[in-house]
Each structure stands twice: as C-alpha cells, then as structure tokens.
C-alpha cells in the first residue's frame, strides 16, 4: 500500500511538471521562429528539359526569356525556314497537279501517294518551323539568341 502511495505522489510530481514544459518548449519555438516562419524538410523533384528544333534552319525570332512560365504548346521559337516553305510550295504544286492527273486516268495511285507524301513531308516541316514547348515549366536557360543557325 506504502509502495502504490509513493508511486502516486511521483505521477503527482511529473504532471507537475508537464505544464512549465510545455510552455518552457512553446517559448523555445517562438523564439526560434519569432516571424511564424517554418521550415520544412522535403524532395523537389525537376525535369529539365534541353528544347532543340526538329528542323535545321536559322532562328527569326525568340519568343520566350529566361524565367518565363511557359504552357505545353507555347510557341517558344520561330525560325526561318526559307527552304522549307519553297519545298512546300513546289509539293502543293506537284500534288494539286497529281491530283488532276489522277481524276483523268493519266496517274497510277502509286505515284499519286508518293506525290501526296511529299506535300505531307513539306508540310509537316514547315509545321516544324514553329518550336513549342514540350510541356508547362520555367525557361531556365536560354542557348540560342535570334540570328543563331541551329
């Protein structure tokens, strides 16, 4: 019985002592990060992304600086491309021309479909003309200024 009444009177004393704790640890904290500052303890993780044009020309314009916000989609450059939209001109001419040919019966649809792949080929790089960006983030770096062949 002695033994349980002296246990008691320690729980006693250690709940005596919760509460100055308690308020001992709050006064710490505030003290630390008196401006209701946190700090927290964590993994970011990044995906950089070098963005290079699918076609080789020179660029006309830039159209996005250094820490921009850019959306998945953005035209990011504009190149030139003279070739390629003299290429395209010559493929819509060969393929309209083909196209005649082929409603009068002078054109076998093979030869047709190799015209027709050529004004697709065409247009597709004259598409790719326009860089846009592969998905939304930050510009971190810019390589290439307006004027640069790449």
């Not at 964590?42 to 916000?69: C, F, K, N």
């Not at 003299?86 to 002078?106: I, M, P, Q, T």
């Not at 015209?115 to 597709?124: H, P, S, V």
């Amino acid at each position: 019985m002695i033994k349980k009444l002296q246990e008691l009177k320690k729980v006693k004393l250690n709940k005596k002592f919760i509460l100055p704790a308690i308020l001992l640890l709050a006064l710490v904290v505030y003290l630390v990060y008196p401006d209701g500052e946190s700090i927290y303890v964590g993994t970011i993780e990044v995906t950089e992304i070098d963005v290079a044009p699918r076609v080789s020309s020179q660029i006309a314009q830039r159209l996005v600086d250094e820490g921009d916000l850019v959306k998945a989609g953005q035209p990011m450059y504009k190149l030139t491309c003279e070739n390629y939209v003299v290429d395209l001109d010559k493929s819509a001419a060969d393929f309209e021309r083909a196209k005649k040919l082929l409603a009068g019966g002078n054109m076998s649809p093979e030869t047709f479909d190799s015209f027709k792949k050529g004004y697709e080929l065409a247009k597709l790089n004259v598409d790719w003309c326009t860089v846009l960006a592969p998905m939304n983030g930050t510009v971190l770096t810019k390589f290439h200024e307006a004027g640069d062949y790449v």
